[in-house]
């Protein structure tokens, strides 16, 4: 049995800060033992003390944990069928028992640590998690996970002997509560498989929230049962003379949702209005202000036909779809979209100006505003959150609104000034659909500004203008995947990895831990990971 020594490599606050106000390379810390190097986690824990030595992790290892941790436990005892093809058995933690082994338990855990906290310990007994909560138990459980998977990187793959994990002590919680990653799945359709693979990511990178696209002028992508023109009908367009498209089911959707459960990531559909409706209004064009009819196919843009306001026809649809919305998604938060709805069609509808007359409103920005308040009335008596991308401000914001500042972070701020929560999403340095480099020939959209990865990593989302109060509302920020330029899955892994990996550690270390070198030291081990997971990532420059 290994006595392992820790070395103190940085404790939050009191970090080893440089002369630029960087974290020290850990690396190279004083003291710094083999350990320090061989440990590569993804976000960077924020406090994390390296012993010598390691615990070899096999078939045979025990599991025990308490009844909160029961699930995680599971969770783990299936992460560990897959490494050595037997699945251990899970005991119940015995009162003031000291078990070898996996131990995961929510006694005497430090209740500073938070819903999504942990501290972890690897010596030669074994891996001991503590955590106020299973949230917190899963995350330890990710720490872990990478640690086997970079032993069995360095193994070649095989797990025969075991695996080394390192003997270490973290602990750890998030920096921002919203940790995010978006997918357009309507410009292009992803396989329900991927859309796993990509939650399974998310939580692999302490990310919590899946925001899923779920509808499009270019396709509908969700089974509403009072509508079935909407997957019969709307969730195909002709390309190339074939037929293209898809959609999930509900019960697909619920599939969906365990899955994320299983991996404490909130899933937040959403269902745009009132632009961005095309492939709805061609299935019941009598929701549009000229009353059609609309052809369906894979044209990017932003076009002019939109839900009618004007229309009481359209409030019963809006609602009726977000009502089994609501049924299906156990999410707060329901996203209704928001952006780019030209008011066009508005502005030459008789109804939409009689609504516009009949509730005293200035103008259409303030009909796309009376929108948004009816709905999130709704949603609301539902038990929901409205959720809207920034242009929900224009014509005054809805009383319990929050925003997703995509336009820059102006938006946000705004927002934040009137007392309203926000997430930030700059496409400057969040839209993981832009192009990697200006390299002839990279892949990605051409409408803005190449983002690479050393700028998603030098990304704050906090903006400096914020008073303390006024940054209480900023819950954190995501990255957004637009899927124009975006075919395959395949093409999905290569936009997002690593840039996902860099905002992980954006979201969660502390900005005076996080360290440009140290980040692409670790990237190098995790990377090996990420193909073992047949992740298609770019290769960095
Ligand atoms: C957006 O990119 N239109 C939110
Ligand atoms: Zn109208």
Known sequence: MLAPRFYLIAILGVAAIGSNGAAADPSEAPGASANTRRISVIPLPQQMETGEGSFRLAADTPIACDATAQPVAEYLAELMEAWFGRRPEVATLAANAAPRGLVLTTEHADPKLGEEGYALTIDGNGVRMTAPAAHGLFYAVQTIRQLADGAAADADGTRNNGLQLPCVRIVDQPRFAWRGMHLDVCRHFMPLEFVKKYIDLLAYHKMNVFHWHLTEDQGWRIEIKQYPRLTE???????????????????????????????????????????????????????????????????????????????EATFTFLENVLGEVCDLFPSRYIHIGGDECP?????????????????????????????????????????????????????????????????????????????????????????FDFRQSDREGERGADWGEPIDLAKVYGYEPMPEELTAAEAHHV??????????????????????????????????????????????????????????KNVNYRKPD
């Not at 009949?358 to 959150?385: M, P, T």
């Not at 637009?482 to 969660?508: N, Q, S």
């Open 233 to 311: 009908f709307s969730a195909w367009r002709m390309e190339d003379g074939k037929r293209y498209g898809g959609f999930y089911t509900q019960d697909e959707v619920r599939e969906v949702l365990a899955y994320a459960r299983q991996r404490f990531v909130t899933v937040v559909p959403e269902i745009e209005m009132p632009g961005h409706a095309l492939a709805a209004l061609a299935a019941y064009p009598e929701l549009s202000c000229t009353g059609g009819p609309f052809e369906i196919t894979g044209k990017s843009g932003v076009y002019k036909d939109v839900f009618c306001p004007g229309n």
């Open 343 to 431: 008011k066009t069609r508005w502005e030459e509808c008789p109804k939409c100006q009689a609504r516009i007359k009949a509730e005293g409103l200035a103008d259409e920005h303030a009909l796309q505003s009376y929108l948004v308040h009816r709905i999130e009335k709704f949603l609301n008596a539902r038990g929901k959150r409205l959720i809207g991308w920034d242009e929900i401000l224009e014509g005054g914001l809805a009383p319990n609104a929050t925003v997703m500042s995509w336009r820059g972070t102006k938006g946000g701020i705004a927002a934040a000034r009137e007392d309203h929560d926000v997430v930030m999403c700059p496409s400057s340095h969040c839209y």
């Open 475 to 532: 819950l954190g920020a995501q990255a957004n995947v637009w899927t124009e330029r975006i075919d395959t899955p395949a093409d999905v892994e290569y936009m997002v990895f690593p840039r996902a990996c860099a905002l992980a550690e954006v979201l969660w270390t502390a900005p005076q831990r996080k360290n440009w070198a140290d980040f692409t030291g670790r990237l190098a081990t995790h990377l090996r990971r990420l193909a073992a």
